[in-house]
């Protein structure tokens, strides 16, 4: 059976200020490489090697040899840059974000010229604090750390046992210590492709403000009883509380397709906080048994 879940927090969303604000980055970015001897437009979200393909300055990667001849790129280091004005009062906001949704792979994120922290993840979220280092007039940068360095430098470090392979068969022309690198395996190549360990933004990248309270994520899991032979739902919420008191208000969680409708009164304190719901289902004969 196919449900439809329907979750109303009536939290962060009671307060008229609590809203958030949010400006994506996404579009037209600069990237030049370690020496600066190449600095080209590029798009976000996007990755090197498009940039250079758009650009006219490598032909199709997937032609012929050109995964050998292009090598080159995974091996450099790049940077991509921008400058941005936030199209809001930011002062007016008590908490304000940089959020990558992802981004591949080894980074250090700048704005303003100020470290803000350290990406090694292609398969997660970064959320930076930027409260106090944003302006209205900010500029970005992303050090990309080649790929193929990073995860040979990963493996050298690594001296209590082995993780073999070292490197792919050499039938497959690829790159070496993929699995010391949270990143797309096969871009080190596979039996069935190249290898183009790229680099870049290859999604949304934005800055959040926001007051009082914000949602940060939102899961829900089905749990089968075997003593009751009853499913039940386990709901998690987290949210940031910057307010300096607690915040009060309501969640009703719907199952329309199980005529289930229950509600919870929920308080937070200030802080980071987790919110933990448990509901039962109702049983509903659907005329099949």
């Not at 941005?84 to 949704?101: A, M, N, R, T, Y």
């Not at 792979?105 to 303003?112: R, W």
């Not at 398969?123 to 040979?152: C, G, M, W």
């Amino acid at each position: 059976m196919r449900l439809c879940l329907l979750l109303l927090l009536a939290l962060c969303g009671a307060d008229p200020t609590a809203a958030a604000r949010s400006h994506s980055l996404r579009g037209s970015w600069s990237i030049r490489n370690a020496n600066g001897s190449l600095e080209l437009p590029g798009e976000v979200p996007g990755c090197v090697h498009m940039a250079l393909f758009q650009r006219n300055l490598i032909q199709d990667p997937y032609y012929r040899f050109n995964d050998l001849n292009y090598r080159w790129i995974s091996l450099d280091n790049w940077t991509y840059s921008k400058e941005f004005q936030i199209p809001f009062d930011i002062s007016k906001w008590q908490k304000v974000h940089l959020i990558f949704e992802s981004i591949d792979t080894v980074s250090e994120v700048l704005l303003n010229n100020v470290l803000i922290g350290k990406t090694n993840n292609m398969f997660r979220r970064y959320t930076f604090d930027i409260t106090h280092v944003v302006k209205a007039l900010n500029s970005i940068e992303v050090r990309f750390q080649s790929p193929v360095s990073y995860a040979a430098q990963q493996s050298r470090a690594h001296t209590l046992y082995q993780v073999p392979p070292n490197c792919p068969p050499s039938v497959q022309e690829g790159e070496c210590h993929v699995n010391f690198i949270r990143k797309e395996q096969c871009s080190f190549s596979w039996d069935w492709g190249p290898a183009f360990p790229t680099l870049g933004i290859w999604e949304d990248v934005r800055i959040e403000a926001y007051n009082s309270c914000h949602l940060n994520y939102f899961t829900f899991s089905p749990i089968y009883d075997n003593s009751t032979q009853d499913w039940n739902l386990e709901i998690e919420s987290s949210f940031d509380v910057v307010s300096s008191k607690p915040v009060s208000g309501q969640v009703i969680v719907e199952i329309p397709k199980l005529q289930t409708q229950q509600s919870y009164s929920v308080e937070l304190q200030p802080g980071e906080r987790i919110v933990k719901l448990f509901v039962k289902m109702n049983k509903v004969n659907d005329g099949t048994a």
